[in-house]
């Protein structure tokens, strides 16, 4: 308990380099373009039009609603993947500062999973002005469920984040093995498609089920889209999930943290 | 928090060689099918080997020997960058180090903007930084290139900024890896003039160098690193003299 205090008070006192380091990132991504962070806003919700007008003729569901079920996957679905792979390049891209300064080697991939959580709040007001538009009476429940599901996707996106940047730094081949599977599990989650397309298979209705991407999505999903919070089995299951990657990162980074500098 | 100190007892550090020795895929078939000669396997590098010493307040160390002897390692035990494999070291005191300058700088961002970059990474605060920013500026003598990004700078300039920077915080330790031959010859001057500032306000010095005179100017003490070991610690003269002679310089 002791070192993880110490650890702690060690990375609050880098705190001012850190916040810097997320500023920039975040500000840095839009240098010298026209639009700036509005495209933090804009991307995801063209991106959004465009699936939705393709899925939603190929699927037969209405774009009105279809919409912002799409945009809140993509906007989960973002956290997740920087997690697993952009972020795994925080050690490598902090090589600099590594190796001159003797700063707990944490605030990368805190960098990286703060830059993440905000760049995804920033991006949920493209999807507050739809629900907006569709389900207004949706709007007070979603402000109020935010603050908890953005707690928690930040503390599983700063573990994955830690796990990734030791896999990373020590395997190179890292970021082409998990692309792929990050692809099958995006196959097998509902980032855009529906519950009921899961239904044809009862094999795959369970891996639905039990697939803990789903109840990630739910936090978002069900007060933005049904103006409802999320079961309790979705918070209690996402809330031991954070629990336990946070669990096995910190571990991870206790075991590996001193040697990354001999891999950069 | 008492008397500023570096105690290290029985130093080891190792330099893994795991890291030198993965074979890739390739490799290994290749060499399984004998289309490719075995690759030779790496053994760690021992840089430290059971380095022991005291460094007490007041005390301007200097540290000397062949290049690979270890001093840099050993400066790097010592602000706690690499993990040392075996022995301990105790350190009293904030440490400030000057080691390889020019890393680190966001060469998008412009020279006002890196300022306040690094000296957050070297610990300031917001606030402290600021009050500083302007002294950093005149002292670069960076002009209204302060506003340019960083990318537009010679390496004079670049150097020059950077020195500006590290050397404005202050520490109780002060570790200083072979810096000078920093910017033209009148920028080496007040650069000069600046590290023996430093050090006045510094509790202890250690100065890794080949320039035995810079070492004579700025040291009272000078260890004698060789292949990882102590061969002599003792009074500046008495250390160099025997290093020259030994090394037949």
Redesign the interface.
């Known amino acids: 308990m002791k070192t993880v205090i110490s650890y702690f008070r060690r990375i609050y006192?880098?705190r001012?380099?850190l916040i810097?380091l997320v500023r920039?990132d975040i500000k840095?991504k839009f240098?010298r373009s026209k639009l700036g962070l509005l495209w933090t806003i804009l991307q995801p919700l063209l991106l959004t039009m465009i699936i939705a007008a393709v899925f939603g003729f190929v699927f037969k569901q209405k774009v009105g609603t279809y919409a912002p079920y799409i945009l809140s996957g993509i906007l989960v679905w973002d956290i997740i993947s920087a997690a697993v792979i952009g972020n795994g390049s925080s050690f490598i891209q902090a090589e600099?500062?590594?190796?001159?300064?003797?700063h707990p080697i944490m605030i990368y991939p805190i960098r990286a999973s703060l830059v993440s959580i905000i760049n995804f709040l920033i991006a949920t007001t493209g999807l507050f002005a739809w629900v907006l538009f569709v389900y207004p009476q949706n709007v007070l429940t979603a402000i109020i469920s935010l603050p908890l599901t953005a707690f928690i996707y930040f503390i599983m996106a700063w573990s994955i984040s830690v796990i990734s940047s030791h896999m990373y730094v020590r395997y190179r081949d890292y970021p082409f093995v998990m692309s792929l599977a990050l692809q099958l599990l995006w196959y097998l989650s509902p980032v855009f498609f529906k519950e009921e397309m899961f239904l044809s298979n009862p094999m795959l209705h369970v891996l639905f089920v039990v697939n803990p991407i789903t109840h990630i999505l739910m936090l978002m999903r069900q007060p933005f889209l049904s103006g409802c919070f999320a079961d309790t089995v979705s918070y209690v299951y996402s809330l031991s999930i954070a629990a336990i990657l946070l669990i096995v990162a910190w571990s991870v980074n206790s075991k590996c943290e001193?040697?990354v500098?001999?891999?950069l | 928090m008492g008397k500023s100190s570096i105690t290290a007892k029985n130093v080891y550090l190792d330099y893994p060689s795991t890291v030198y020795n993965r074979k890739t895929l390739k490799q290994t078939v290749f060499e399984l099918i004998k289309l490719q000669k075995p690759q030779k396997i790496l053994h760690d590098v021992h840089a430290l080997r059971g380095v022991s010493f005291e460094i007490n307040e007041g005390e301007r160390v200097g540290v000397i020997g062949h290049n690979g002897a270890g001093k840099s390692t050993l400066l790097k035990a010592i602000a706690g960058i690499y993990p040392i494999t075996g022995g301990e070291i105790k350190i009293n005191g904030t440490i400030q180090s000057l080691f390889d300058l020019s890393v680190g700088f966001e060469i998008d961002a412009t020279g006002r903007e890196n300022i306040a970059y690094r000296g957050l990474l070297l610990g300031e605060t917001p606030k402290s930084i600021k009050e500083k920013t302007q002294d950093i500026i005149d002292f670069a003598e960076l002009g209204e290139f302060i506003d340019y990004p960083v990318k537009s700078y010679s390496s004079g300039m670049i150097v020059r900024l950077a020195f500006a920077i590290s050397t404005m915080v202050e520490g109780d330790v002060l570790l200083l890896d072979e810096i000078f031959g920093a910017g033209d010859a009148k920028f080496m001057k007040k650069a000069k003039k600046r590290i023996m500032g430093l050090i006045e306000t510094a509790k202890i010095l250690v100065f890794v160098s080949h320039d035995f005179s810079a070492v004579k100017d700025l040291c009272n003490r000078v260890i004698w690193l060789d292949h990882g070991q102590i061969k002599m610690d003792g009074d500046v003269d008495t250390v160099i003299n025997e290093y020259v002679r030994v090394m037949g310089l």
């Open positions: 006192n880098a001012f380099f810097h920039w840095f240098r600099a500062y590594i190796k001159q300064f003797a001193k040697t500098i001999y891999y």
